[in-house]
């Protein structure tokens, strides 16, 4: 069983920044894909970034690309999603989640494990 609490989260003006933390626990960090995803209310989860089990390769969709940067530190099995330039529809709860297995970019039904969520609201 995995285990992943993430953390972080919080109110936030429009152009500001946040970054949220996720620590594992459970098993060994390093045999995870990592995703971080986000779900607003009344809309499907979405993805928002991937990284691999090195850090190698991340992935983003066009929504976030050049505002959000995933990073993972195998040594404290812990993932960041830093989030810049905010803006009001990034309004959601964020989840990260862990995959065991090798489908890349990852999406929602790939993810093995979730985390519980962190609220991240934008003001206007």
């Known amino acids: 069983q995995v285990q992943l609490v993430e953390s972080g989260g919080g109110l936030v003006q429009a152009g500001g920044s946040l970054r949220l933390s996720c620590v594992a626990s459970?098993?060994?960090?390093?045999?995870?894909?990592m995703g971080w995803f986000r779900q607003a209310p009344g809309k499907e989860r979405e993805f928002v970034a991937a990284i691999s089990w090195s850090g190698a390769r991340t992935y983003y969709p066009d929504s976030v690309k050049g505002r959000f940067s995933i990073s993972r530190d195998n040594s404290k099995n812990t993932v960041y999603l830093q989030m810049n330039s905010l803006k009001p529809e990034d309004t959601a709860v964020y989840y990260c989640?862990?995959?065991?297995?090798?489908?890349?970019?990852?999406?929602?039904?790939?993810?093995?494990?979730w985390g519980k969520g962190t609220l991240v609201t934008v003001s206007s």
């Open positions: 989640a862990a995959d065991v297995g090798s489908v890349w970019p990852p999406g929602t039904y790939d993810m093995d494990y």
């Open positions: 459970g098993r060994t960090f390093t045999s995870f894909l």
